[in-house]
């Protein structure tokens, strides 16, 4: 090698070395995004280093982006079969679980299996992740040998009565007052959540239900009218932080005709109080159905609830039966919201194909649980790319889609944005795509580690310029985030 390569070569090593250390030190102040942009900076220098490819995979991981764990941590083994970190790769398929098929992730296991075996044999921890991995595989794959199909599945709601079920004369909690969820109630409500106190189950039996009435009379895609010098409030992502939505209504008003929301999917998993969040949701919107829109998320989910904490949440503070009426509820949530017939509201994103219309949306059955591909898959699932086009989807479900892909989705539909949520940023919110998309989210300090802001988004008729207002994490009870998770997940958290 001439001694000018040579030194070349050293310059890039050194300032690789550089990258990475950098990108450790973001790591480990729970930076994700800035860590993975070092992460390939230094990949870029040098592609041969698997530390770097399978550092990058775990902050991928870290932000839900297990499509693009997988493969960095693939690559990681391709340039070195024989590194010693090889078997944390099966942390990376502790977290991808539940997005994946029982097949695809036999296939993966099949790949690790070999992995233990050639890599680290003789270690206990790999063996028991291992043997972890084995046994989910196995349970779901007799869960769906078992499973009833959608159509043929009875309704849990059309067998409960909820004014058969007594109230104890010693309860002191909220009630409802016949058949009407009244302002009072949700006040009294919200103040006993806030005092850690739960709501009785006839009650929040009640609110369950008289919500499936309500959410099932909607389209899949539904259209909201603002009148000009009125205003309405579009947030993202709460994740069962209960703290944090009462301190967006102390920021921004409650929900009322006068002061409209729309929360936009994931309500649920991850904090620790999404009972409390998806009841005080159903509430306002029981009382007063223009006061509050609700748009499905990815984690509005059978899949996802059985891990991230919702099911074993309701659970505990419930019981079994309410977990399916969850479930069932969640089928009947809407899909997508048009603003005015100009802002396009939706939790994921955009498609795998040009030409969708709204009328297309409208068209969506979406009484069941996501399925693994199609427009509703994408809808919850789909993320921004800066890239032109289209590409793998870096959580390995949905698509990324650029911002020409954008552009005709607006163009073709007469709208002028796209409001979406599903990943946590710094601030709170990003626009891309030459201002054409926003990406906003309402649970700061995500999960309790991540930092971030969080923010809603403030729009004006008849113009509908968008107003970002930002805020900080507030302090919670001693409850830690994914307290309620299955034990699988904890196990590599």
Same mark, same amino acid.
């Given at each position: ?251 921004? &008003? *409650?929900? @009322?005709? %006068?002061?409209?929301? $729309? ?5 649920? +998993? #991850?904090?620790?109080?999404?009972? =409390? ?71 994921? &994103? *955009?498609? @795998?194909? %040009?030409?969708?219309? $709204? ?5 969506? +059955? #979406?009484?069941?649980?996501?399925? =693994? ?121």
């Amino acid at each position: 090698m001439p001694p000018t390569m040579a030194t070349e070569n050293s310059t890039h090593t050194s300032r690789a070395e550089e990258f990475k250390v950098q990108a450790n030190e973001a790591f480990k102040a729970h930076k994700y995004s800035q860590a993975i942009d070092l992460y390939t900076q230094a990949i870029e220098l040098n592609k041969d280093n698997a530390v770097y490819w399978a550092n990058r995979a775990f902050a991928h991981t870290k932000l839900e982006e297990y499509g693009s764990a997988i493969q960095d941590a693939s690559s990681a083994i391709e340039i070195d079969p024989k590194y010693s970190k090889a078997c944390n790769f099966l942390d990376i398929i502790g977290e991808v679980r539940p997005i994946w098929r029982w097949g695809n992730l036999r296939k993966l296991l099949r790949t690790f299996n070999k992995l233990v075996k050639r890599l680290c044999p003789n270690d206990p921890d790999a063996a028991k992740k291992l043997k972890e991995c084995e046994k989910a595989v196995m349970k779901l794959k007799f869960e769906e040998a078992i499973s009833v199909p959608e159509s043929e599945r009875r309704s849990v709601a059309d067998s409960i009565d909820y004014h058969t079920i007594e109230v104890d004369s010693q309860y002191s909690g909220a009630r409802i007052e016949g058949d009407v969820v009244t302002l009072d109630f949700v006040k009294k409500m919200l103040d006993d959540f806030k005092n850690q106190k739960f709501l009785h189950k006839r009650y929040a039996c009640q609110i369950v239900l008289q919500i499936r009435d309500v959410l099932r009379e909607l389209p899949s895609l539904v259209d909201i009218h603002v009148p000009d010098g009125e205003h309405f409030t579009v947030c993202g992502d709460v994740h069962g932080q209960f703290y944090d939505l009462l301190n967006i209504f102390e920021l921004n &008003g *409650l929900p @009322s005709e %006068d002061n409209p929301y $729309l929360f936009n999917g994931d309500f649920v +998993d #991850r904090g620790s109080f999404s009972l =409390e969040v998806i009841l005080t949701l159903f509430a306002f919107k029981c009382m007063c159905p223009s006061a509050i829109y609700l748009s499905r998320g990815n984690h509005e989910s059978k899949s996802m609830n059985k891990i991230y904490g919702f099911e074993g949440e309701v659970r505990s503070k419930l019981n079994d039966t309410f977990v399916e009426l969850f479930a069932e509820v969640f089928c009947c949530l809407p899909l997508a919201h048009v603003i005015n017939n100009k802002v396009f509201v939706v939790h994921g &994103g *955009l498609f @795998s194909v %040009d030409g969708v219309k $709204l009328s297309d949306i409208r068209a969506i +059955d #979406r009484f069941c649980e996501p399925p =693994e591909e199609g427009l509703m898959c994408e809808l919850l699932w789909s993320d921004p790319q800066p890239q032109l086009g289209r590409g793998p989807s870096k959580r390995g479900v949905g698509l990324s889609f650029g911002g020409d892909v954008t552009k005709r989705f607006l163009q073709d539909n007469n709208l002028d944005l796209v409001v979406r949520s599903h990943e946590v940023k710094d601030e709170g919110y990003e626009i891309d795509h030459d201002g054409k998309l926003i990406t906003v989210f309402s649970a700061p300090n995500y999960c309790d580690q991540m930092g971030n802001k969080g923010a809603f988004i403030r729009f004006e008729a008849p113009d509908l310029k968008p107003n970002i207002a930002t805020f900080t994490s507030v302090p919670h009870p001693d409850v830690k985030p994914m307290a309620y998770a299955n034990n699988f997940l904890r196990m590599f958290s």
